[in-house]
Structures are given as structure tokens and as C-alpha cells.
């Protein structure tokens, strides 16, 4: 699974807080740990080339916290059995097309909450496998 760079805003971000504090280059180095050069790359918008514990030392110079948002991980659970199951439907639904023996809308949802069910009651290891 690929890792979401920071949006461009969170840059920003970073950039304000440090002319906000007033702090170098040299001093953020210093003070995070990182190498002056790979801070000046970072906020030079080459953020692909840091290493995830760079930007956290540097965040944490900057006195700034990484807030992990999103879902709980029951509702993210739900909604991925929900896809999960969305898709096994298309697929029954695909081959019974093609046997003439299409299900209705209704025998549809009935299929895919059926599913749905299934799959949160199995092991979640199911819910995120191709």
C-alpha cells in the first residue's frame, strides 16, 4: 500500500510555522536531527525523497504533532466488507448474466448485505485481500 505524501497546504504549513518561530535552516537541522541539506530538500518540495521519520523529527522540532484521523477501525471494517461485498455481487451478477439467470434489484441487495454480513463475521485478513 502506497503512503500519502503531505498535501501541498501541510507544507505550507510547515514552512509558516517555521518563519513563525523564526528558526534557520542550521537550526531546524540541529535541532530535529536531520541533515541541513535534506531540510532544505524537504522545504524545497522534493518531500518524495524524505524518510518518514525526517518529516516526524522535523514536525517535532517545529513543535507540531501528527494527528492519525479517519474512521474507527469497526467503521472502516464495515465499509470495506460493504465494497467487498459490492464487488463479489458484479461478479455473481456478471456470470449469471451471462447464463441468462440475472438477479433483480432487490435479490441484488439481498446478495450483497448477505455478504456483507459474511465477511464481518469471518476474518477481517478477508476484508483486505485482492
Not at 3 to 26: D, H, I, K, W
Not at 60 to 68: I, V
Not at 93 to 109: F, H, I, M, P, R
Amino acid at each position: 500500500m502506497a503512503m500519502s505524501l503531505p498535501a501541498p497546504n501541510t507544507m505550507y504549513e510547515l514552512a509558516a510555522r517555521r518563519e513563525a518561530l523564526g528558526m534557520n535552516f542550521v537550526d531546524l537541522a540541529l535541532r530535529s536531527g536531520v541533515s541541513e541539506p535534506t531540510v532544505k530538500r524537504i522545504f524545497g518540495g522534493r518531500i518524495g525523497e524524505a524518510s518518514f521519520s525526517n518529516i516526524i523529527a522535523i514536525m517535532s522540532a517545529l513543535q507540531l504533532s501528527m494527528e492519525l484521523t479517519g474512521p474507527s477501525a469497526t467503521e472502516a471494517c464495515r465499509a470495506q466488507a460493504r465494497e467487498k461485498a459490492k464487488q463479489v455481487a458484479r461478479l455473481v451478477q456478471g456470470t449469471s448474466a451471462l447464463e441468462n439467470q440475472a438477479v433483480d434489484a432487490v435479490q441484488y441487495k439481498r446478495l450483497v448485505e448477505r455478504t456483507r454480513r459474511y465477511l464481518l463475521a469471518g476474518s477481517r485478513r478477508k476484508l483486505w485481500s485482492a
